[in-house]
């Protein structure tokens, strides 16, 4: 059989190729079959690059999973678009979201306009920007029955709801909304110490004055809190952006003449709707040391080449690679755990570690 083997392979290259790719996932070492890049030739390539440009999103999902990092952002791998008819919703979470952004923004922007503190809060204005919105979207994305289309609109409607709630006790002053992170039309250079700097890009939802010369951020999100925990303040690098937006948020109003003293106190995100139950997960900016050691250490597992599968297998269950992987974050677990591989991953473990 062993002959038979080896005749078949020769004549089937790509055979003995996966043979060994599935014999090096299944021993101890981390191998390139497992995402390891080894080589002078990555980090010189790394290095190299004349920018790195880099959103807040890129280097969480890096630390949620590196491997689809690698896909999505190294390879450029772009999963096909599938649609999909479906008659018993209408819009997808995304659109969901984009939807009650929208409102949220349009109505902040009108009902402080004058600058006027305390603002005077306006349901009826409110609704009727939730409803103009929502017809908006209808027509562009036709509801596939009226039935649908108005169960999904009071949903919404009441998500606007706990959204005006949590307005009516706000005692901070809006600033800025959708305010994008860049000077002279260029992303921000945000420097982190020691010599390392990054690109940083992004658009914060919100930004309120506390007092003078010191300000909130605010991200909007409306899926479920639960991921956010109270102390877990970064969640082992996939919870980064409060921290980022909070830096960059000071450097652009520095360097655009905004307010040379600006200081960015708490970044918080906001769960403005029936599903979130209007909770606040405020993350007080204090650990700004430990933030720049949690970045540097995801650029340095970059630069060592490591995108092996995600430490949770459980993300891999929503996520559009999971064709390609397979069982392989399953696979890996005792690679993680083993002493032969611990000078390699230690930096990238120590980030999954950070709380």
């Known amino acids: ?42 980090a010189d390539y790394w290095k190299g690059r004349d920018e790195r440009t880099l959103s807040a999103s890129q280097l969480e999902k890096y630390a949620e999973c590196p491997m689809r990092y690698f896909f999505q952002y190294v390879l450029r791998i772009r999963v096909k678009d599938q649609v999909t008819f479906d008659r018993t919703s209408w819009l997808k979470p995304n659109e969901r979201g984009s939807l009650l952004h929208e409102v949220y923004r349009r109505y902040m922007t009108e009902v402080s ?102 300000y909130r951020i605010i991200d909007y999100k409306t899926g479920s809190p639960r991921s956010y925990k109270e102390n877990g303040v970064f969640a082992g690098g996939t919870q980064l952006q409060h921290a980022l937006y ?49 970045i540097r250490g995801i650029l340095l597992s970059m630069e060592q080449g490591l995108f092996i599968p995600a430490s949770n297998p459980a993300v891999c269950r929503y996520c559009d690679y999971a064709a390609v992987c397979g069982e392989h974050a399953e696979m890996m677990a005792h690679k993680r755990k083993d002493e032969a591989n611990s000078e390699l991953l230690h930096t990238l473990l120590e980030v999954e570690n950070i709380e």
């Open 1 to 42: 059989m062993r002959d038979r083997q080896s005749f078949i392979e020769s004549v089937y290259p790509s055979l003995r190729q996966g043979r060994l790719a599935l014999e090096a996932r299944g021993s101890s070492q981390v191998t390139e079959h497992d995402g390891y890049i080894a080589g002078d030739e990555w």
């Open 113 to 214: 306009a004058s600058k006027v503190m305390p603002i005077t809060h306006d349901h009826a204005r409110l609704l009727r920007i939730a409803e103009e919105t929502i017809l908006l979207y209808a027509e562009r994305i036709p509801a596939p029955s009226p039935h649908v289309f108005e169960r999904e609109r009071q949903a919404m409607l009441r998500d606007v709801d706990v959204f005006y709630r949590m307005e009516l006790q706000a005692k901070t002053a809006p600033r800025f909304f959708e305010q994008e992170l860049i000077v002279d039309g260029q992303p921000l250079h945000l420097e982190l110490g020691e010599d390392m700097a990054i690109t940083l890009r992004g658009i914060v939802d919100r930004i309120d004055q506390v007092a003078p010369h010191q």
């Open 246 to 294: 909070a830096m960059g948020t000071e450097l652009w109003m520095r360097q655009t003449g905004v307010d040379s003293d600006a200081k960015v106190l708490e970044a918080s995100y906001v769960f403005p709707s029936e599903r979130g139950h209007g909770q606040v997960i405020a993350r007080p900016q204090t650990e700004r040391n430990r933030v720049t050691a949690v």
